[in-house]
Protein backbone atom coordinates (compact mmCIF):
# COMPACT_ATOMS: atom_id res chain seq x y z
CA UNK A 1 0.00 0.00 0.00
CA UNK A 2 0.79 3.49 -0.90
CA UNK A 3 0.95 6.67 1.26
CA UNK A 4 1.15 10.40 0.73
CA UNK A 5 1.72 13.38 2.84
CA UNK A 6 1.29 16.65 1.80
CA UNK A 7 3.23 18.73 4.62
CA UNK A 8 1.42 22.13 4.11
CA UNK A 9 -2.18 22.34 4.15
CA UNK A 10 -2.54 26.36 3.26
CA UNK A 11 0.14 27.97 1.54
CA UNK A 12 -0.74 31.93 0.92
CA UNK A 13 1.70 33.50 -1.47
CA UNK A 14 2.35 36.91 -3.19
CA UNK A 15 1.58 36.98 -6.78
CA UNK A 16 5.02 36.64 -9.06
CA UNK A 17 6.23 35.10 -5.76
CA UNK A 18 8.15 31.42 -6.39
CA UNK A 19 6.31 28.84 -4.40
CA UNK A 20 6.69 25.18 -3.15
CA UNK A 21 4.53 22.36 -2.34
CA UNK A 22 6.30 19.60 -0.50
CA UNK A 23 5.07 15.78 -0.85
CA UNK A 24 6.39 13.03 0.69
CA UNK A 25 5.39 9.33 0.07
CA UNK A 26 5.74 6.04 1.04
CA UNK A 27 5.79 2.55 -0.72
CA UNK A 28 7.21 -0.35 -0.53
CA UNK A 29 7.20 -0.98 -3.96
CA UNK A 30 7.94 1.64 -6.84
CA UNK A 31 5.46 4.19 -7.85
CA UNK A 32 4.53 6.88 -10.48
CA UNK A 33 4.18 10.17 -8.91
CA UNK A 34 1.31 12.41 -9.96
CA UNK A 35 0.19 16.21 -9.25
CA UNK A 36 -3.16 17.36 -9.84
CA UNK A 37 -4.48 20.94 -10.07
CA UNK A 38 -8.74 21.58 -8.63
CA UNK A 39 -9.56 24.96 -9.04
CA UNK A 40 -12.52 26.01 -7.65
CA UNK A 41 -16.12 23.95 -8.42
CA UNK A 42 -13.67 21.70 -10.77
CA UNK A 43 -12.21 18.65 -11.54
CA UNK A 44 -8.92 17.43 -11.26
CA UNK A 45 -6.53 17.98 -13.36
CA UNK A 46 -2.98 16.98 -14.51
CA UNK A 47 -0.24 18.79 -14.16
CA UNK A 48 2.47 17.08 -14.29
CA UNK A 49 3.74 13.24 -13.78
CA UNK A 50 6.85 11.18 -13.22
CA UNK A 51 7.44 7.71 -14.69
CA UNK A 52 11.04 7.14 -15.11
CA UNK A 53 14.02 8.63 -16.34
CA UNK A 54 14.69 12.36 -15.46
CA UNK A 55 13.80 13.13 -12.15
CA UNK A 56 13.12 16.60 -12.82
CA UNK A 57 10.43 16.76 -14.77
CA UNK A 58 7.84 20.00 -16.33
CA UNK A 59 4.23 20.28 -16.57
CA UNK A 60 1.62 22.82 -17.69
CA UNK A 61 0.95 26.46 -16.54
CA UNK A 62 5.26 26.59 -15.60
CA UNK A 63 4.95 23.63 -13.05
CA UNK A 64 7.84 21.37 -12.55
CA UNK A 65 8.52 18.87 -9.38
CA UNK A 66 11.77 16.98 -8.62
CA UNK A 67 11.98 13.23 -8.01
CA UNK A 68 14.02 12.23 -4.91
CA UNK A 69 14.12 8.82 -4.67
CA UNK A 70 16.10 8.27 -1.25
CA UNK A 71 13.82 10.91 0.32
CA UNK A 72 10.68 9.61 -1.12
CA UNK A 73 9.50 13.27 -2.40
CA UNK A 74 7.99 14.97 -5.45
CA UNK A 75 7.99 18.62 -4.83
CA UNK A 76 6.39 20.77 -7.06
CA UNK A 77 8.12 24.21 -7.78
CA UNK A 78 6.90 27.04 -9.93
CA UNK A 79 9.31 29.91 -10.19
CA UNK A 80 6.67 32.86 -10.69
CA UNK A 81 3.04 32.85 -9.62
CA UNK A 82 -0.39 34.16 -11.34
CA UNK A 83 -3.75 35.21 -9.38
CA UNK A 84 -4.85 32.29 -11.72
CA UNK A 85 -2.76 30.00 -9.79
CA UNK A 86 -5.16 30.23 -6.78
CA UNK A 87 -6.45 26.54 -6.31
CA UNK A 88 -5.83 23.05 -4.77
CA UNK A 89 -2.94 21.04 -5.32
CA UNK A 90 -2.49 17.18 -4.52
CA UNK A 91 0.13 15.34 -4.57
CA UNK A 92 -0.90 11.35 -5.69
CA UNK A 93 0.95 8.32 -6.08
CA UNK A 94 0.23 4.61 -7.84
CA UNK A 95 1.75 1.52 -8.06
CA UNK A 96 2.64 -0.06 -11.10
CA UNK A 97 0.17 -2.88 -10.92
CA UNK A 98 -3.74 -1.16 -10.70
CA UNK A 99 -2.14 1.85 -10.96
CA UNK A 100 -5.27 3.08 -8.45
CA UNK A 101 -4.35 6.56 -7.13
CA UNK A 102 -3.44 7.51 -3.57
CA UNK A 103 -4.02 11.06 -2.89
CA UNK A 104 -2.29 13.18 -0.08
CA UNK A 105 -4.66 15.73 1.99
CA UNK A 106 -4.27 18.30 -0.42
CA UNK A 107 -2.52 22.05 -0.52
CA UNK A 108 -4.27 25.05 -0.88
CA UNK A 109 -2.61 27.91 -3.15
CA UNK A 110 -3.32 31.39 -2.40
CA UNK A 111 -1.73 33.79 -4.34
CA UNK A 112 -2.74 37.64 -3.61
CA UNK A 113 -1.79 40.79 -5.70
CA UNK B 1 -10.02 16.76 -26.59
CA UNK B 2 -11.67 14.18 -25.87
CA UNK B 3 -12.78 14.23 -22.36
CA UNK B 4 -14.49 12.58 -19.49
CA UNK B 5 -17.99 13.11 -18.55
CA UNK B 6 -20.21 12.77 -15.70
CA UNK B 7 -24.12 13.54 -15.07
CA UNK B 8 -25.95 15.18 -13.18
CA UNK B 9 -23.51 17.89 -11.64
CA UNK B 10 -25.36 17.52 -8.27
CA UNK B 11 -27.63 15.51 -7.63
CA UNK B 12 -29.77 15.94 -4.10
CA UNK B 13 -31.60 12.40 -2.51
CA UNK B 14 -33.06 11.54 0.11
CA UNK B 15 -31.77 9.26 2.75
CA UNK B 16 -32.06 5.56 1.57
CA UNK B 17 -33.20 6.23 -2.11
CA UNK B 18 -30.66 4.42 -5.06
CA UNK B 19 -28.66 6.91 -6.84
CA UNK B 20 -26.98 5.97 -9.81
CA UNK B 21 -24.10 8.47 -11.37
CA UNK B 22 -23.03 7.92 -14.78
CA UNK B 23 -19.98 8.26 -16.40
CA UNK B 24 -18.81 8.28 -19.97
CA UNK B 25 -15.01 7.82 -20.30
CA UNK B 26 -12.65 8.54 -23.51
CA UNK B 27 -14.14 6.42 -25.82
CA UNK B 28 -10.54 4.18 -26.57
CA UNK B 29 -9.81 3.59 -22.51
CA UNK B 30 -10.36 0.43 -20.83
CA UNK B 31 -9.55 1.25 -17.49
CA UNK B 32 -12.21 2.82 -15.04
CA UNK B 33 -12.20 4.47 -11.43
CA UNK B 34 -14.35 6.08 -9.10
CA UNK B 35 -13.19 8.06 -6.29
CA UNK B 36 -15.13 10.34 -4.15
CA UNK B 37 -13.55 13.73 -1.74
CA UNK B 38 -16.18 13.94 1.07
CA UNK B 39 -15.61 17.94 1.85
CA UNK B 40 -12.84 19.08 3.13
CA UNK B 41 -10.99 16.25 2.93
CA UNK B 42 -8.90 13.75 0.43
CA UNK B 43 -9.95 12.18 -2.44
CA UNK B 44 -10.04 8.43 -2.02
CA UNK B 45 -10.27 5.95 -4.68
CA UNK B 46 -13.56 3.37 -4.64
CA UNK B 47 -13.39 0.86 -7.19
CA UNK B 48 -11.51 -0.12 -10.13
CA UNK B 49 -12.87 -1.57 -13.36
CA UNK B 50 -11.46 -3.75 -16.15
CA UNK B 51 -12.69 -5.95 -18.98
CA UNK B 52 -16.43 -5.83 -17.48
CA UNK B 53 -15.54 -6.81 -13.56
CA UNK B 54 -13.73 -5.49 -10.50
CA UNK B 55 -10.38 -5.50 -10.66
CA UNK B 56 -9.85 -3.59 -7.02
CA UNK B 57 -11.86 -1.75 -4.32
CA UNK B 58 -11.48 -0.07 -1.12
CA UNK B 59 -13.47 -1.17 2.30
CA UNK B 60 -15.57 1.94 1.41
CA UNK B 61 -16.79 0.09 -1.71
CA UNK B 62 -19.42 -1.91 0.48
CA UNK B 63 -22.38 -4.23 -0.71
CA UNK B 64 -24.35 -0.97 -0.93
CA UNK B 65 -22.11 0.37 -3.66
CA UNK B 66 -22.31 -1.56 -7.58
CA UNK B 67 -20.81 -0.16 -10.68
CA UNK B 68 -21.80 -1.69 -14.02
CA UNK B 69 -20.91 -1.02 -17.78
CA UNK B 70 -24.39 -1.60 -19.25
CA UNK B 71 -23.08 -0.43 -23.01
CA UNK B 72 -19.40 0.30 -24.86
CA UNK B 73 -19.63 3.90 -23.61
CA UNK B 74 -21.34 4.40 -20.26
CA UNK B 75 -19.72 3.73 -16.76
CA UNK B 76 -22.42 3.75 -14.07
CA UNK B 77 -22.26 4.20 -9.87
CA UNK B 78 -25.12 2.55 -8.56
CA UNK B 79 -25.78 3.49 -4.80
CA UNK B 80 -28.41 1.74 -3.49
CA UNK B 81 -29.39 2.97 -0.19
CA UNK B 82 -27.97 6.40 0.48
CA UNK B 83 -26.65 7.33 3.92
CA UNK B 84 -25.38 10.95 4.83
CA UNK B 85 -21.80 10.22 5.11
CA UNK B 86 -22.67 9.70 1.40
CA UNK B 87 -22.64 13.17 0.74
CA UNK B 88 -19.79 13.73 -1.54
CA UNK B 89 -18.08 14.05 -4.33
CA UNK B 90 -18.39 11.58 -7.10
CA UNK B 91 -15.17 11.20 -9.68
CA UNK B 92 -14.74 8.86 -12.63
CA UNK B 93 -11.58 8.57 -14.46
CA UNK B 94 -10.47 6.20 -17.11
CA UNK B 95 -7.40 5.76 -18.64
CA UNK B 96 -6.03 3.69 -21.93
CA UNK B 97 -3.66 0.42 -21.84
CA UNK B 98 -0.04 1.84 -21.27
CA UNK B 99 1.24 4.79 -22.26
CA UNK B 100 1.44 7.10 -19.87
CA UNK B 101 -0.95 5.60 -17.43
CA UNK B 102 -2.79 8.80 -16.49
CA UNK B 103 -5.96 8.80 -14.98
CA UNK B 104 -7.99 11.39 -17.18
CA UNK B 105 -10.82 12.80 -14.48
CA UNK B 106 -14.03 14.01 -14.98
CA UNK B 107 -15.56 17.21 -13.63
CA UNK B 108 -17.47 14.76 -11.13
CA UNK B 109 -21.00 14.77 -9.26
CA UNK B 110 -21.65 16.46 -6.09
CA UNK B 111 -23.94 14.32 -4.53
CA UNK B 112 -25.73 15.62 -1.52
CA UNK B 113 -28.23 13.31 0.74
CA UNK B 114 -30.86 14.86 3.05
Known amino acids: AQSVTQLDSQVPVFEEAPVELRCNYS??????LFWYVQYPNQGLQLLLK??????LVKGINGFEAEFNKSQTSFHLRKPSVHISDTAEYFC???????????FGAGTTVTVRA | EPEVTQTPSHQVTQMGQEVILRCVPISNHLYFYWYRQILGQKVEFLVS????????KSEIFDDQFSVERPDGSNFTLKIRSTKLEDSAMYFC????????????FGPGTRLTVT
Open chain 1, 27 to 32: SSVSVY
Open chain 2, 93 to 104: ASRKDGGTYEQY
Open chain 1, 92 to 102: AVSDHFDYKLS
Open chain 1, 50 to 55: YLSGST
Open chain 2, 49 to 56: FYNNEISE
